[in-house]
C-alpha cells in the first residue's frame, strides 16, 4: 500500500555530498525540499580523498572542465565557512596546503614537462622544480625523484567531515529526509512529478534533482531518451596514520604518475594519510583486492619509502560516477521537471560547491548558469550511447 505525501517544491534524489549541497542550497532560499537517500552521507565522499586540484588534474581537451573546476575551488573558502555556520560548526578540514607533483624517471619527466607547458598556455600558475628542490620541500621524497611542479594553488578537503556537514546543514536548515531508496520516478502529463520510494512512500515534487552518482541511471520510470549516462568506475583507496614520531611526514599532497598509474598521497592535520587511488571499470564490485592494496604501496613506496613504516588503519572501495566525456551532467532533461546533477567522476569533492549553486539556481530562476551550459545532459541527447543506457 502506497502513502502519498504532501507535495514539495523540489526532490533531490540521492544523498551523497552532491545531493545533500543540492537540497540545503535549494533550501536556504526557501524552496520546500525533501531528499531521499537510505544513508545520507555515506556515498563515494567515504573513500574519496577530497584533493581540490583543478590545476594538477588538468588533461588536453578539458580546458571547459578546468573553467568549472577552477570556479568551484574559488568558491571553497567562502563555502565552508557558510558551512560551518549552517551545521552548527563542522569543521569540513580545508587546507590550503598546495600540492607536489613528482617525476621518478625521464618518460615522467617529459610528461610532467608536457603538463607544465599546457597549464602555462591556459594562464595557470605552477612552478617547475628540480628533484633536489622537490626534496628540500618535502624530504621525505624518493632520492631518485627527477623533477617536479610545484601548485600552491590546488588544496584539499575531508570529504567525510564535508558529508557530515552538508548532512547537518540539511537537517538545520530544514530539509525533510526521507531514508529509503528512490525506486520509480513518477511522472504526470509528461513531467517529472516525484518518486516512489521501496517502502512504499510517494513523493511529489514540482521539480526532481536526480543525483544519485553511479546509481543515477539505474531509477525506473525515467524515459530512455533521459537516463543518464553514467557508469561506475571503481576506485581502491588506502588510509594509515603518521605515529608522531615520524610527523611531519608530508606538508602538502604529494601525486605522480608511476609505470603509467596515478598515485596521491594526501596528508590530514590528524595524522592521516590517504593513499590513492586506483581505476577500474568492473561494473558494481567493490571489492578491495590484494592486487589493488599491493599496487598502491608499491607505488607509493616508490615516492615516499617511509610509507612502508606506517600503521595501515583502512581499506576501501568506492564507485565514481563516469560519464562518456568524464565531465558532469548539470541541469534539466528533455523530460520537463527533471534536472540532472551526476557524472562528477574524479572531480565530485572539488566541484560540490559550484554544483550547488548551479543547481539552486535553476531550481528558483528556472535558468541555468552560463558556466554550467557546456554540461547539461542534453549534450548527449542527439547521440545515445548504448553501453550507458
Not at 591556459?122 to 624518493?142: D, F, H, I, Q
Not at 603509467?260 to 571499470?281: D, F, I, K, M, Q
Amino acid at each position: 500500500m502506497h502513502s502519498s505525501r504532501k507535495g514539495s517544491d523540489v526532490l533531490v534524489i540521492g544523498g551523497g555530498i552532491i545531493g545533500l549541497v543540492i537540497a540545503w542550497r535549494a533550501a536556504a532560499r526557501g524552496l520546500r525540499t525533501v531528499l531521499a537517500d537510505p544513508a545520507p552521507g555515506s556515498g563515494a565522499a567515504q573513500v574519496a580523498a577530497g584533493m581540490l586540484a583543478p590545476v594538477t588534474e588538468l588533461h588536453y581537451g578539458e580546458e571547459a572542465l578546468l573553467g568549472l573546476g577552477l570556479a568551484s575551488a574559488e568558491r571553497y573558502p567562502r563555502f565552508a565557512a557558510e558551512l560551518a555556520e549552517a551545521s552548527g560548526g563542522t569543521d569540513i578540514g580545508y587546507r590550503a596546503c598546495g600540492t607536489l607533483a613528482v617525476a621518478l624517471d625521464a618518460d615522467d619527466r617529459l610528461h610532467l614537462r608536457e603538463l607544465h607547458a599546457l597549464q602555462r598556455r591556459c594562464g595557470l600558475e605552477s612552478e617547475w622544480l628540480t628533484g633536489r628542490e622537490c626534496r628540500r620541500l618535502e624530504p621525505m621524497l624518493a632520492p631518485g625523484v627527477r623533477g617536479g611542479l610545484r601548485v600552491d594553488g590546488d588544496h584539499q578537503v575531508d570529504p567525510r567531515r564535508l558529508a557530515a556537514a552538508l548532512l547537518a546543514a540539511c537537517e538545520r536548515t530544514g530539509v525533510t529526509i526521507h531514508r529509503a531508496t528512490a525506486e520509480r520516478l513518477l511522472t504526470t502529463a509528461d513531467r517529472a512529478a516525484g518518486a516512489l520510494l521501496d517502502d512504499g512512500t510517494e513523493l511529489r515534487a514540482d521539480q526532481v534533482v536526480l543525483a544519485a552518482g553511479s546509481l543515477s541511471g539505474r531509477l525506473a520510470g525515467v524515459p530512455p531518451e533521459v537516463v543518464a549516462p553514467v557508469r561506475p568506475v571503481k576506485g581502491q583507496v588506502l588510509r594509515l596514520t603518521v605515529p608522531s614520531a615520524y610527523a611531519p611526514f608530508l606538508s602538502r599532497t604529494v601525486r605522480a604518475v608511476v609505470r603509467g598509474s596515478h598515485v596521491y598521497l594526501v596528508p590530514r592535520e590528524n595524522g592521516e594519510l590517504v593513499v590513492g587511488a586506483t581505476s577500474e571499470e568492473l561494473g558494481w564490485d567493490t571489492t578491495v583486492t590484494a592486487g589493488g592494496v599491493y599496487e598502491l604501496l608499491r607505488d607509493a613506496h616508490e615516492l615516499v619509502p617511509g610509507i612502508t613504516e606506517l600503521p595501515l588503519t583502512e581499506t576501501r572501495a568506492g564507485l565514481r560516477p563516469g560519464s562518456p566525456d568524464n565531465a558532469p551532467l548539470l541541469g534539466p532533461t528533455d523530460l520537463p521537471g527533471l534536472h540532472l546533477a551526476t557524472g562528477h567522476y574524479r572531480n565530485g569533492v572539488l566541484l560540490t560547491p559550484l554544483t550547488g549553486d548551479v543547481l539552486a539556481e535553476l531550481l528558483t530562476t528556472g535558468e541555468l548558469p552560463h558556466i554550467a551550459r557546456p554540461f547539461t545532459p542534453r549534450r548527449f541527447s542527439a547521440a545515445r550511447q548504448e553501453s550507458y543506457a
